[in-house]
């Protein structure tokens, strides 16, 4: 539900980070947190060889980022975590995060 400024209320609102590398990872949730925070969102940051516990979480999200990093959607390790997330999620909303200049 949203009030009339737009802001989600009401729920807990969870968004997931997933990134392979701790330090990336810890980095866009940091740089996400505050925001978050003013929003009243919970952030999750996990790594895309998650658990069964993590993935119960991804399924009551509202949204998920995967941060490929260098790797490319085309390459197996990409097409694993796109995998991961849509067959664990498949109605969350997924943003890709790629460091990669081309569209690949």
């Not at 729920?11 to 990872?25: F, G, K, Q, S, Y």
């Not at 991961?84 to 569209?103: G, K, M, Q, W």
């Amino acid at each position: 539900m949203t009030d009339s400024a737009g802001k989600i209320s009401g729920e807990n609102v969870t968004i997931v980070i997933v990134d392979a590398m701790p330090l990336r990872r810890a980095s866009i949730a940091g740089l996400l947190s505050t925001w978050f925070k003013s929003l009243d969102i919970h952030l999750c940051a996990m790594p895309p060889n998650m658990g069964a516990a993590e993935k119960e979480m991804l399924k009551e999200c509202r949204l998920a980022m995967l941060s490929l990093g260098m790797i490319s959607l085309e390459e197996s390790q990409g097409q694993s975590w796109f995998a991961t997330l849509s067959t664990n999620a498949p109605v969350v909303p997924l943003a890709i995060i790629s460091d990669r200049e081309d569209r690949r």
